[in-house]
């Protein structure tokens, strides 16, 4: 019930929205108001009424005051849906009715009657109004007495409006799970029929290509009933900027673009967090004050914006605002106080300002409820880099600002079960690295490789230097080649990690199916695995890159 009144009151916040955008006619504002029901308001008095009148005919200009207190009466809407259902969160304790107003002949008695500690105070919202019970009595009647016809062309235009076709579904996440675990296994099972050799004899080629071919198209529509659009979390953002703005006493003018771009649910589902700590550092340490502003020549409202677009197989998500901009000189003085950089070292703005993602990194002088403790951008930092396998910009705009940029593939993560993959053979076992993560596949030869004085090694790979791992020793596995000319080199990037591991055959590229371990495996044996690799008649182990790179990383301490 309560995603169904979620539901509704999203296409009711998306019309007051929409108020925003120009300048709205009024068209849009009746529109508006009669979705909310304050177009059908029995006023008592004529003044109000023609102040409603006014707003609806475009005489009273749409400000962003009317917008928040329409959003307002979409949220009393809300409430008013979940508590007939009985599943508000926190209702609120019944009013009790005021008594009744006492009699002139009553008087003497009540007033020596003793008076409740814990009686309600009666305030103007209690007392009844006669006037609004006879213009509902009217308004009764009047219905009582309606012709027929009325009724029956409401009933009519009730029934079009339910022949409409339905053009969106709501899927549980159980029957897409379910989904693709059954387009798994019909995947697995075609790898078994094409690896089978003489055995499928039987079938002929144009089968197995027609089997192909239905796999695919499958697994399409599988990916296409995934995607959601940016809008499920997009709209709620509006509602956050305006409570954070009244909060910090700050004018600000937030506009959404993009929001129809459709992602992959477990993308749109991990954005959410981030998005939130960046508009809310937008208008704490971005947005000035109106005063401050106004001293600056600037508008006194500040403007914020978030934008979305995708260009080829990358989604990008940029959060802008036109305020004070970032310090690079404050951002450089507590990275150096921090020990992050050495004094005398030269970089760029650019380069400078991407230390606020570093951990427990904040410029704010003092810690509020909003910002200030250090946490935030890292987390950000986190959620994009690792969970997403994207990346975050960060650049001080011309005109005054800042934008935070994110890119984040839109290939699904590789805990989602059907990957892309690169099978390698590393000594006596089998290993699946995922595509997702593999740059380049290299011969190396002897002259490429350095020892580091730590017992470390480099690898030259087109003249970029490369961590070198050779997942044989690093796995505790039996070698079963001794030059290193034998081998191939599989160059992997997580965000910023990068590497260079060594396998002895890389076998093929397919895909594959990953499953995880009914048991912890990864814990107990501290294996840096993601999970079970199914790709046909034989299986294999997924190997987790980020965790590998993690290995290589230096500890926290000695940075």
Request: proline share 5%; with cysteine.
């Amino acid at each position: 019930m309560r995603d169904i009144v979620d539901q509704c009151m999203e296409g009711m916040e998306d019309k007051v929205l929409r108020l925003e955008e120009g300048k709205p006619g009024p068209e849009a504002v009746r529109e508006a108001l009669d979705t909310l029901g304050i177009s059908h308001l029995k006023l008592a008095s004529a003044q109000l009424t023609a102040l409603l009148d006014m707003f609806a005919d475009g005489i009273s200009p749409v400000n962003e005051g009317l917008v928040t207190s329409l959003l307002r009466v979409c949220e009393a809407h809300r409430k008013f849906l979940l508590t007939l259902a009985g599943v508000l969160d926190q209702p609120r304790a019944a009013i009790v009715a005021p008594a009744p107003a006492p009699t002139p002949e009553a008087a003497p008695e009540s007033a020596s009657a003793p008076v409740s500690a814990t009686a309600p105070e009666l305030t103007q919202e209690h007392k009844p109004a006669v006037s609004s019970a006879a213009t509902e009595a009217d308004e009764l009647e009047h219905l009582k007495h309606a012709p027929l016809e009325d009724a029956e062309k409401q009933v009519e235009q009730a029934g079009q409006g339910a022949k409409q076709s339905i053009t969106s579904i709501r899927v549980p996440t159980e029957r897409l799970d379910s989904l693709i675990e059954l387009v798994g296994k019909l995947m697995v099972t075609f790898a078994v029929l094409s690896q089978s050799g003489t055995r499928g004899a039987t079938l002929s080629a144009s089968t197995l290509a027609e089997l192909d071919t239905v796999i695919t198209g499958l697994q399409t529509q599988v990916d296409a009933i995934r995607l959601v659009p940016l809008r499920q979390i997009f709209l709620p953002m509006n509602r956050l900027v305006q409570s954070l703005a009244q909060k910090m006493q700050k004018k600000v003018r937030f506009t959404i673009t993009g929001d129809e771009l459709p992602l992959d649910k477990t993308i749109v589902e991990c954005l959410n967090e981030p998005l939130v700590h960046l508009l809310r550092n937008a208008l704490d340490h971005g947005l000035e004050a109106p005063e401050e502003r106004a001293q600056a020549g600037k508008d006194e409202t500040g403007s914020v914006n978030l934008t979305a677009w995708r260009k080829g197989d990358t989604a990008f998500v940029e959060v802008s605002d036109d305020g004070r901009g970032i310090n690079a000189a404050r951002v450089r003085a507590k990275a150096e106080e921090r020990g992050l950089i050495e004094p005398g070292v030269e970089l760029s703005e650019e380069e400078t300002i991407q230390f606020i993602l570093a951990s427990g990194f904040s410029t704010a002088e003092k810690v509020t409820d909003v910002s200030g403790r250090g946490v935030g951008m890292d987390a950000v930092a986190n959620a994009v880099r690792t969970t997403l396998g994207g990346d975050i910009l960060i650049a001080n705009r011309p005109t005054g600002g800042s934008t935070f940029t994110l890119s984040i593939p839109l290939s699904r993560s590789v805990n989602e079960g059907i990957v892309d993959a690169l099978v390698c053979r590393v000594g006596p076992e089998t290993l699946i690295l995922p595509s997702r993560d593999v740059l380049e596949i290299f011969a190396p030869r002897q002259s490429d490789i350095v020892a580091l004085p730590d017992g470390g090694e480099t690898v030259s790979v087109r003249g970029q230097i490369y961590h070198l791992l050779r997942l044989c020793r690093h796995l505790e596995l039996s070698e079963t080649e001794s030059s290193i000319e034998n081998g191939l080199i599989v160059t992997v990037r997580m965000g910023n990690a990068s590497a260079a591991l060594l396998v002895d055959e890389v076998l093929r590229q397919q895909q594959v199916v990953v499953t995880g371990f009914t048991v912890p495996v990864q814990e107990i044996f501290g294996l840096p695995i993601l999970g079970f690799g199914m790709m046909g008649e034989s299986d294999a182990l997924v190997l987790d890159i980020e965790k590998l790179l993690a290995s290589l990383a230096p500890p926290a301490d000695a940075r």
